[in-house]
Nanobody
């Protein structure tokens, strides 16, 4: 599977952005998908992940209650709705995918994911 992240940009603190991760290839529904981010000089950080069916969601503690991950298997995309953005959310956001069995929970470790998109930059001004 190939992934393409989009939707990044410049937004003021308190604003919203919606990132999208489009996938090419077949059987997208076999993949768990996650979002990670990396700010300059910092390690890559888990943001959110979603299971194959979309039934199981997992969020990083710094974004919980502000970000929402969703997916549309028919259209082959995963979205990350980001609300109440803060300057500390500034980072390059990456989507990643992992092929799993249907019942597997979505992991949060970057090392678990096999496929990565190119990243999209989100800048939140204060």
């Amino acid at each position: 599977v190939q992934l393409q992240a989009s939707g990044g940009g410049l937004v003021q603190a308190g604003g919203s952005l919606r990132l999208s991760c489009g996938a090419s290839g077949y059987q997208f529904s076999r993949y768990t998908v996650a979002w990670f981010r990396q700010a300059p000089g910092k390690e890559r950080e888990f943001v959110a992940s979603i299971s194959r069916s979309g039934a199981n969601l997992l969020y990083g503690s710094s974004v919980k209650d502000r970000f929402t991950i969703s997916r549309d298997n028919a259209r082959k995309w995963v979205a990350l709705q980001m609300n109440s953005l803060k300057p500390e959310d500034t980072a390059v956001y990456y989507c990643a995918a992992l092929q799993q069995i249907l019942s597997a929970p979505p992991p949060s470790r970057s090392g678990d994911y096999d496929y990565w998109g190119q990243g999209t930059l989100v800048t939140v001004s204060s």
